[in-house]
Nanobody
Framework: QVQLVESGGGLVQAGGSLRLSCVAS????????MGWYHQAPGNKRELVAT???????NYADSVKGRFTISRHNANNTVYLQMNSLKPGDTAVYYC???????????????WGQGTQVTVSS
């Protein structure tokens, strides 16, 4: 079993910043890509940013220049620094990891429980 635990969400005014963290634990051989997705009420879950083991990043157009994803491979941790937050960023943010475990030869997709980010105007 693999668990992803997010932290760092909360309420912030427009223009403010938040930093999300996500730690993966459990039966992990190695982690491929890690990332963040968000889901606003009534909307489907959408990609925010991803990062590979080698540090290659990918961002949604709506967050480019404002958000920065990073990871600490040795600690199985991924971060999302969110600056210049806008009310439209309000959503539940989910951590994602593509993991190889001892029990399966193929990679498996895991999700955290989500953390709420609310940006007030």
């Amino acid at each position: 079993q693999v668990q992803l635990v997010e932290s760092g969400g909360g309420l912030v005014q427009a223009g403010g910043s938040l930093r999300l963290s996500c730690v993966a634990s459990g039966s992990i051989v190695n982690i491929n890509a890690m990332g963040w997705y968000h889901q606003a009420p009534g909307n489907k879950r959408e990609l925010v940013a991803t990062i590979t083991t080698g540090g290659i990043t990918n961002y949604a157009d709506s967050v480019k220049g404002r958000f920065t994803i990073s990871r600490h491979n040795a600690n199985n941790t991924v971060y999302l620094q969110m600056n210049s937050l806008k009310p439209g960023d309000t959503a539940v943010y989910y951590c994602n990891a593509i993991v190889r475990t001892p029990l399966r030869p193929s990679l498996t997709n895991y999700w955290g429980q989500g953390t709420q980010v609310t940006v007030s105007s």
